[in-house]
C-alpha cells in the first residue's frame, strides 16, 4: 500500500467508567457518538474508515463488572451498547480501572492508528501508587490484591506495545497520580507526554524528560517516538467531550503519518538490475 493508504483507518476506543457519578457523561457520550464519528470522517475528507469500542467498567462487587463492544465501524451500534449502559454501582472510591484496560487491551486492534480515550472520576485502586485518597477508602489497596490480581505495569507495557495514544479526560482531582503512572510509563517508552498544569505531579512530567538531538527522550525507544499520553480537562460538564475526541483521533492520525513516513524513507532502495 501506499503511504496516503496508511492512516484512512482508524481505531479509537472509549474507556469509560459507568458508576453512579458518571451518569452525565455517559449520556453525553451517547448523544454525542454520531456526531463525533462523522466529524473524524470530515476531517479526514470522508476517505477514513473509523472503528469504535466501547468498555465500560464498574467495580469488582458490581454486576455486571465489565461490559464491552468490540471493535466496528457502525455508530448505530455504537449508540446502541452506549444505550444500555445504567450508571450505577460503585463501592469504595476507587474503581476496576484496570479491569477496563485489560478488556481494551483483548479488543481487536487491527488498523494502524490507534487511541484509547479514557473518561473518569476516578482512579483504579492502590493507595500511595495509584491514587492519594488513603488505605481507608480503598477495599484493595496493595498492587495485585484485585479479585482478577491485575496490576497496572504488564498493561502499560502492552498498550505501548501497540502503539496506542492514550488520553485521559481527568474530570477531578482523584485521578492525579494515575495521571502521573501513565505519563512516566509512556515518557520512559519514548513518548510525548503531558500533564494538565492543575494536576499537582505536573511538575514532574512536563518538562522534565527533556528530548536529545535524535527528538527522544533521554534513554528511550525510537520505536515509540510517536506515541502520545495527554492528560485532558473535561471538568463538570460534558460541553468539551466531542471536541477533545476529536482532538484525539485527529492527533494520533498525524503521528501514525509520521511513523509510516519514516519507515518507508528508511526502506533500502533496490539495486538496479
Same mark, same amino acid.
Given at each position: ?6 492512516? $484512512?483507518?482508524?481505531?479509537? %476506543? ?8 458518571? /451518569? ?11 456526531? *463525533?464519528?462523522?466529524? *473524524? ?20 462487587? %458490581? ?13 448505530? =451500534? ?9 450508571? $450505577? ?13 485489560? =478488556? ?58 501497540? &502503539?496506542?495514544? /492514550? ?16 505519563? =512516566?510509563? /509512556? ?11 492543575? &494536576? ?8 522534565? /524528560? ?26 463538570? $460538564? ?27 524513507? $528508511? ?7
Amino acid at each position: 500500500r501506499d503511504l496516503h493508504s496508511f492512516p $484512512t483507518r482508524r481505531s479509537s %476506543d472509549l474507556l469509560i467508567d459507568t458508576t453512579g457519578s458518571m /451518569y452525565s457523561y455517559i449520556n453525553a457520550a451517547k448523544e454525542q457518538v454520531k456526531s *463525533i464519528v462523522d466529524d *473524524i470522517k470530515k476531517s479526514f475528507l470522508n476517505e477514513s474508515e473509523v472503528r469504535v469500542s466501547v468498555v465500560s467498567y464498574k467495580d469488582h462487587g %458490581d454486576h455486571p463488572n465489565i461490559e464491552f463492544l468490540d471493535f466496528t465501524p457502525s455508530a448505530d =451500534q455504537v449508540f446502541e451498547f452506549l444505550g444500555r449502559l445504567n450508571a $450505577t454501582g460503585g463501592a469504595d472510591a476507587p474503581e476496576d480501572v484496570l479491569g477496563g484496560v485489560h =478488556q481494551a487491551l483483548n479488543a481487536s486492534w487491527k488498523q494502524q492508528t490507534r487511541c484509547i480515550i479514557h473518561i473518569a472520576d476516578a482512579p483504579p485502586h492502590g493507595a500511595g501508587v495509584l491514587h492519594d485518597l488513603g488505605e481507608s477508602s480503598d477495599y484493595y489497596p496493595h498492587p495485585g490484591s484485585e479479585p482478577h490480581g491485575l496490576t497496572y505495569e504488564p498493561l502499560l507495557k502492552q498498550l505501548i506495545q501497540l &502503539n496506542v495514544n /492514550y488520553a485521559l479526560l481527568r474530570i477531578n482531582a482523584s485521578t492525579n497520580r494515575m495521571g502521573l503512572v501513565l505519563a =512516566q510509563a /509512556y515518557a520512559a517508552s519514548g513518548a510525548d507526554v503531558k500533564l494538565l498544569p492543575s &494536576n499537582v505531579y505536573s511538575s514532574q512530567v512536563n518538562g522534565k /524528560y527533556s528530548k536529545s538531538r535524535s527528538g527522544l527522550w533521554s534513554g528511550a525507544s525510537k520505536k515509540h517516538a510517536d506515541l502520545q499520553f495527554e492528560e485532558m480537562e473535561l471538568g463538570t $460538564t460534558y460541553s468539551q467531550l466531542r471536541h477533545l475526541v476529536i482532538r484525539t483521533v485527529t492527533t494520533s492520525v498525524s503521528r501514525t503519518a509520521g511513523r509510516m513516513s519514516l519507515a518507508l524513507a $528508511t526502506v533500502p532502495k533496490r539495486s538496479a538490475a
